[in-house]
C-alpha cells in the first residue's frame, strides 16, 4: 500500500487549473474568497490533505491527495462548491441568472484543467527552497511573488497562516 508521502509526490495529485470566463464576472478578492473557501471545505469534507496550493488572478495550482477519497473526486468536489460560492455571490448581489446551479451542473466550464508541470511553484508553495547556481529573474521575481501573497501556503510554511487548512505538519514531502 503507497503512503500519504508518496501519493503526494505524483504528479496526478497535482493540478493546474485556469478559470475560464466566469472570473471576468467576480471581483478578485471575493472570488479568492470562494475558492478558498473551496479548498477548506475539500479538506474538511473529502480529506484532502492539501500540501500546497497557490491563487491567482487566473489560475489554481492545488498539491494534495487524501488516504481515502480518489483525486478526481475531490476535484468534482471542489468544482461543485465553487459553483454553489459563485450562485451565493451573485445571489447576495442580485444577479443570479440560474447560471451558476448544481442541477446544471456547469463546473465543468469553470475551470480549464492542466498538469502541474511547474517544479519551481511545485517547491515553493510546499514549503521547500529553490536555489540555482545562476541567477535566473523568472525565479527571482516567482519567490518574491508566493511569498508576498496572500492567498498561497507559502504563507503557512513560512509561520503564518493562510486562508486554506494546510496540512504542514502532518505530511512531509
Avoid at 471576468?24 to 471575493?30: A, F, G, Q, Y
Avoid at 447560471?99 to 475551470?111: A, G
Avoid at 498538469?115 to 547556481?133: C, H, M, Q, S, W
Wanted: hydrophobic letters at 35%.
Amino acid at each position: 500500500m503507497i503512503d500519504i508521502e508518496e501519493l503526494i509526490l505524483l504528479r496526478e495529485h497535482s493540478r493546474l487549473l485556469v478559470m475560464n470566463s466566469w472570473r471576468l464576472e467576480i471581483p478578485e478578492v471575493s472570488r479568492n474568497i470562494i475558492i478558498a473557501n473551496a479548498l477548506n471545505d475539500c479538506v474538511l469534507y473529502k480529506n484532502l490533505n492539501l500540501v500546497g496550493y497557490l491563487i491567482t488572478t487566473r489560475r489554481v495550482f492545488i498539491i494534495g491527495a487524501s488516504e481515502n477519497t480518489p483525486f478526481q473526486e475531490i476535484l468534482y468536489h471542489f468544482y461543485h462548491t465553487v459553483e454553489t460560492g459563485i450562485a451565493e455571490y451573485k445571489k447576495m448581489r442580485n444577479e443570479y441568472d440560474g447560471t451558476y446551479h448544481s442541477e446544471h451542473h456547469v463546473y465543468h466550464k469553470l475551470f480549464t484543467p492542466y498538469p502541474f508541470l511547474n517544479d519551481y511553484i511545485r517547491a515553493l508553495i510546499t514549503g521547500k527552497e529553490v536555489n540555482l547556481p545562476y541567477y535566473d529573474p523568472y525565479l527571482k521575481h516567482l519567490k518574491h511573488y508566493i511569498h508576498h501573497h496572500n492567498y498561497c501556503s507559502a504563507l503557512d510554511y513560512s509561520g503564518g497562516k493562510s486562508p486554506v487548512i494546510v496540512a504542514t505538519d502532518d505530511i512531509i514531502l
